[in-house]
């Protein structure tokens, strides 16, 4: 399993709009998108394994994430950003079955490098 690889990041004022791609190599269960502050959260998962895809209370309404499985990419739309939404976005795989919010739970998984999104007031 190779591990994803991510960009799209920048640097926008408040209110502002990103989208971050990550390309994924081989196959999974659930992919996921996490962002780091202080802490690594999950934000938006989507799980293949029973359908479901998660947003957290933070994103909910802001974010959009989806999947063009032709080009193996992985996508995470986001709009209104907020100061509170800067940090590294990472995006995540996981090869084993679980549900989007299970998904986004924990840390297991094959992780990309990062990129770095920062948003100004």
């Known amino acids: 399993q190779l591990h994803p690889v991510e960009s799209g990041g920048g640097t926008v004022q408040a209110g502002g709009s990103l989208n971050l791609s990550c390309v994924v190599y081989g196959d999974y269960h659930a992919v996921g998108w996490f962002r780091q502050a202080k802490e690594r959260e999950g934000i938006s998962c989507i799980s293949t394994s029973d359908s479901t895809t998660y947003y957290a209370d933070s994103v909910k309404g802001r974010f959009a994430m989806s999947r063009d499985n032709a080009k193996k990419m992985v996508y995470l739309q986001m709009n209104n950003l907020k100061p509170e939404d800067t940090g590294v976005y990472y995006c995540?795989?996981?090869?084993?079955?679980?549900?989007?919010?299970?998904?986004?739970?924990?840390?297991?998984?094959?992780w990309g490098q990062g990129t770095q999104v920062t948003v100004s007031s």
């Open positions: 995540k795989i996981g090869s084993f079955r679980s549900s989007a919010q299970q998904m986004c739970s924990h840390l297991a998984g094959y």
